[in-house]
T-cell receptor, first 110, second 112 residues
């Protein structure tokens, strides 16, 4: 079983709609969680950290469910520019090495 | 310029040659990492470093060598390039604490 699993998608979303997707992790000792965004094989860029209480950044909301071992990302009012691959990231050790999910592709259509 | 830079951006090399990919960061981040990204595999950790002169293997270290004599530099060397090492290579850094990585813009390496 992979340490971090994501639905690869694609999630085809009409512009203005809401899309949500999850990421599951296998190590219950995981410490930190992040969402990254990657465009067309460019470098991944940090979208947001995920805190235990959940957090919001504009149209993006991230949630952590430690009991079920998943994190989620919700995008409201989707824009064409939100089309990208979203990478789930989990750290499990003191070195802070990231375990990356394979990514969820989101395609926002006009 | 502040940030993390990788060079070269693109590289074509022949099988068996040694090639070094450079990574330089200006923040004095403690941690630095090398990943490769291939279709079907996502990002895989090659090597990482917690400080100057402290390095350790990641998930796919075979065929690669790293060094970190200075905090700001973390070069990755392919000792004898093989076609299976054709990939996009990303360097990343992060400071101490609960912070995300910042990635360089990547090196696209083709081994022919």
């Amino acid at each position: 079983r992979k340490e971090v699993e994501q639905d690869p998608g694609p999630f085809n979303v009409p512009e203005g709609a809401t899309v949500a997707f999850n990421c599951t992790y296998s190590n219950s000792a995981s410490q930190s969680f992040f969402w990254y965004r990657q465009d067309c094989r460019k470098e991944p860029k940090l979208l947001m950290s995920v805190y235990s209480s959940g957090n919001e950044d504009g149209r993006f909301t991230a949630q952590l469910n430690r009991a079920s071992q998943y994190i989620s990302l919700l995008i409201r009012d989707s824009k064409l520019s939100d089309s990208a691959t979203y990478l789930c990231v989990v750290t499990t050790d003191s070195w802070g090495k990231f375990q990356f999910g394979a990514g969820t592709q989101v395609v926002v259509t006009p | 310029d502040a940030g993390i830079t990788q060079s070269p951006r693109y590289k074509i090399t022949e099988t068996g040659r040694q090639v070094t990919l450079m990574c330089h960061q200006t923040w004095s981040h403690s941690y630095m990492f090398w990943y490769r990204q291939d279709l079907g595999h996502g990002l895989r950790l090659i090597y990482y470093s917690a400080a100057a002169d402290i390095t350790d293997k990641g998930e796919v270290p075979d065929g690669y060598v790293v060094s970190r004599s200075k905090t700001e530099n973390f070069p990755l060397t392919l000792e004898s390039a093989t076609r299976s090492q054709t990939s996009v290579y990303f360097c990343a850094s992060r400071p101490l604490g609960n912070y995300g990585y910042t990635f360089g813009s990547g090196t696209r390496l083709t081994v022919v």
